[in-house]
């Protein structure tokens, strides 16, 4: 196991840092689904910028989790690398 993984397996054992690990995941789990996404896409930002109308410096903002997208740029970025978005509401039980 890398380091990196271990020193956050110790931090996730404090119970302040759990609780703001866990508020960020919603937010860090979409920026990783935008980039699997686009890289699936076969796309640069550059290229999916150009297919949008949505600024590059914009995507690289949302891809590093430094913007909160709205439902209708996700479904223009979605569009712009021919894919549909699904939400869901799971259980937290």
Same mark, same amino acid.
């Given at each position: 196991? %890398?380091?990196f993984?271990?020193?956050?397996?110790? $931090?996730? $054992?404090?119970? =302040?840092?759990?609780a703001?690990?866990?508020?960020?995941?919603?937010?860090?789990?979409?920026?990783?689904?935008?980039?699997?996404?686009?890289?699936? %896409?076969?796309?640069?930002?550059?290229?999916?910028?150009?297919?949008?109308?949505?600024?590059?410096?914009?995507? =690289?903002?949302?891809?590093?989790?430094?913007?909160?997208? %709205?439902?209708?740029?996700? $479904?223009?970025?979605?569009?712009?690398?021919?894919?549909?978005?699904?939400?869901?509401?799971? %259980?937290?039980?």
């Amino acid at each position: 196991m %890398s380091d990196f993984r271990n020193y956050l397996n110790e $931090q996730l $054992q404090r119970p =302040s840092f759990k609780a703001e690990w866990d508020t960020l995941q919603p937010e860090l789990t979409i920026a990783q689904a935008m980039i699997d996404a686009r890289k699936e %896409s076969g796309l640069t930002q550059k290229q999916l910028s150009e297919r949008t109308g949505i600024a590059q410096a914009d995507i =690289s903002k949302l891809e590093r989790g430094n913007a909160n997208p %709205s439902l209708r740029t996700l $479904q223009r970025l979605a569009a712009g690398m021919g894919m549909n978005i699904r939400i869901e509401f799971v %259980s937290n039980k």
